[in-house]
């Protein structure tokens, strides 16, 4: 079913919801790798390789779905509670990530991956350490979730 169909059976704020869950896992993924994996609905089911978007193309898709889901998101569980839902993502939980996208936009799109004396460094997440030992420079915009 493309996308745009089930988001038209459920209500915005399930679909809110779900954009906010795949947000969250491509910010992970663009901060443990670099880069963001996905696949079209088309190809969903394909045996072939996926696409992968650049640090600029995750963190623009990341930015603008955010910004586009905090409307529709609420702090109660179901209509008519008063009480916030834990297991649910609220609007301050979508500020909260998209605080930590624009915060960290530098570190992700300009990451250092090999580093100088010979040893390779390895970048994730705003720190970056050399492989051979536990020293870690971490970045002071970075905020950590």
């Given at each position: 079913m493309p996308l745009q169909s089930w988001?038209?059976?459920r209500s915005a704020e399930?679909?809110?919801?779900?954009?906010?869950?795949?947000?969250?896992s491509q910010y992970y993924y663009l901060n443990l790798f670099g880069q963001v994996p996905y696949r079209t609905v088309a190809k969903y089911n394909g045996i072939d390789a996926s696409g992968v978007m650049t640090p600029q193309q995750a963190l623009d898709t990341i930015i603008l779905n955010l910004q586009s889901i905090i409307p529709a998101l609420n702090y109660t569980g179901t209509p008519g509670q008063t009480v916030a839902a834990p297991y649910k993502a609220s609007p301050d939980a979508a500020r909260f990530l998209l605080m930590k996208a624009l915060l960290n936009k530098q570190a992700f799109l300009n990451r250092q991956v090999s580093g100088s004396s010979g040893s390779r460094r390895y970048a994730t997440g705003g720190h970056?350490?050399?492989?051979?030992?536990?020293?870690?420079?971490?970045?002071?915009h970075a905020a950590l979730l």
């Open positions: 988001l038209q059976t399930q679909a809110a919801q779900a954009i906010f869950l795949r947000c969250l970056s350490w050399p492989g051979h030992h536990c020293h870690r420079k971490i970045y002071a």
